[in-house]
C-alpha cells in the first residue's frame, strides 16, 4: 500500500468505529459521500486489500508489446539511421507492416536514446538593422513591378 491508500484505509475505519461522520471522512479523503459509504462497505465485506486499486501491476490493454518496441528500436539504430522519427513511422508503414501512430514512435525511441535527426537544425540568426542617426532617413522602396499608387497624370 502506498501512502494514500494507508490514509484511506486510516479515515475508513475511524467512520466504521464511527469515531468520525461520513460527511467528514468524505472531506478528508475529498471524495463524495457516495465514495466513502462504497468504501466502507468494500472495507467491511473483503477487508483492508479493498482500499488497493485493481489495476496495480498490470499493463494497459492498448499497450505495445516488447517484440515491437525492440524491433522499433533496432530497426531506427540499424535500417533506417537518416530518417526523422515523423518519415521512420511512413517508412514502417509502408515496408515493415507495422502500424505505430508517430506518438508512440517518439515516446520508444526517445526512452530508448535516440534523438531525431533533423530535429537539432541549427536555427538562422536575424540580424537587425542599425538605426538611422535621424528620424525620416530610412529610405523606403517599393521594388514590385506593379502600381499600387494611381497616379492622376498619366502620359
Do not use: C
Request: net charge positive; no cysteine; proline share 5%.
Amino acid at each position: 500500500m502506498n501512502q494514500k491508500e494507508i490514509t484511506r484505509l486510516r479515515v475508513i475505519n475511524q467512520t466504521i468505529d464511527k469515531v468520525i461522520t461520513i460527511k467528514e471522512a468524505a472531506e478528508l479523503l475529498g471524495l463524495s459521500e457516495r465514495q466513502v459509504i462504497r468504501l466502507k462497505g468494500g472495507v467491511n465485506n473483503y477487508g483492508p486489500a479493498f482500499i488497493i486499486h485493481k489495476n496495480r501491476g498490470r499493463k494497459p490493454q492498448h499497450t505495445l508489446p516488447d517484440e515491437v518496441r525492440m524491433k522499433i528500436v533496432e530497426l531506427k539504430q540499424t535500417k533506417y539511421q537518416e530518417a526523422n522519427f515523423n518519415h521512420f513511422v511512413e517508412l514502417l508503414q509502408e515496408h515493415e507492416d507495422i502500424k505505430v501512430s508517430y506518438t508512440s514512435v517518439h515516446r520508444i525511441l526517445t526512452q530508448a536514446g535516440i534523438k531525431s535527426p533533423k530535429k537539432h537544425r541549427k536555427r538562422k540568426s536575424h540580424h537587425r538593422r542599425k538605426r538611422k542617426p535621424q528620424k525620416g532617413m530610412l529610405v523606403q522602396i517599393d521594388a514590385s513591378p506593379h502600381e499600387w499608387i494611381i497616379r492622376r497624370n498619366r502620359p
